[in-house]
């Protein structure tokens, strides 16, 4: 599938039952989500958002790639796992912000300054949150021909974090189809966590 040995590695899990289980994890996971187009992408993020801020007392930081802020906030206001997003951004409870300035420094190959998230869960304890999940696009580093870049940035964060945090790192399948074989395998192995969403199960 990915000209490794995926099977092993990767786990092919039905968008939304990875919603559930993923919202089941305990804090501190680093996981790399494949997905295969937009519309599956919607499915995942909009179920997951839903449950980490109405059933989990967390708050969520969502930086989309490859479609705007708008249409995020279009796709959540309207699924069938709809959320009042203008009073979610209100609150500071949800934050949607573009990829390419969220990842800016790390696309430039400045050092991984983590003082924005912790700052972030901070700020989420602070207004009674259990914690923080992070969700964030990787395509902006291919946009900008940063594949280095990409590797380096990932493998400068934990397989594990110490905080209370979920970070969720998305991958286009086309996207990762373009990295070098051993770029994949660095990746997937840095990972706590590596699966690819869609509507087929193994």
């Known amino acids: 599938m990915f000209g490794i040995n995926s099977d092993r590695l990767i786990k092919n899990i039905h968008v ?3 919603a559930i289980k993923l919202s089941a994890e305990k804090f501190g996971i680093h996981c790399m ?7 599956t992408l919607r499915e995942f993020y909009s179920h997951y958002i839903k449950n980490q801020i109405e059933n989990n007392n967390e708050a969520v930081l969502f930086a ?6 708008d249409r995020v906030r279009q796709t959540l206001s309207d699924s069938h796992a709809a959320i009042d997003v203008s009073k979610y951004e209100e609150e500071e409870t949800l934050l949607i912000t573009d990829a390419l300035k969220e990842y800016s420094k790390a696309i430039e190959g400045e050092e991984n300054d983590w003082s924005f998230k912790k700052m972030m869960v901070k700020q989420a304890k602070k207004q009674g949150k259990n914690g923080l999940s992070f969700i964030g696009d990787l395509g ?5 021909g940063k594949i280095k870049e990409l590797v380096d940035y990932e493998l400068s964060l ?3 974090f110490d905080i209370d945090l979920n970070g969720f790192c998305l991958y286009n399948e086309k996207d990762f189809e373009r990295l ?9 192995e840095h990972h706590s966590m590596a699966i690819k969403i869609g509507h087929n199960d193994r």
Do not use: N, S, V
């Open 64 to 69: 989309p790639f490859y479609e705007t802020a």
């Open 158 to 160: 934990p397989t594990k």
């Open 33 to 39: 989500i494949i997905y295969p187009d937009l519309p």
């Open 180 to 188: 070098a074989k051993e770029q994949k395998q660095r990746l997937i």
């Open 16 to 18: 939304e039952y990875a």
């Open 140 to 144: 902006a580093f291919q946009y900008k």
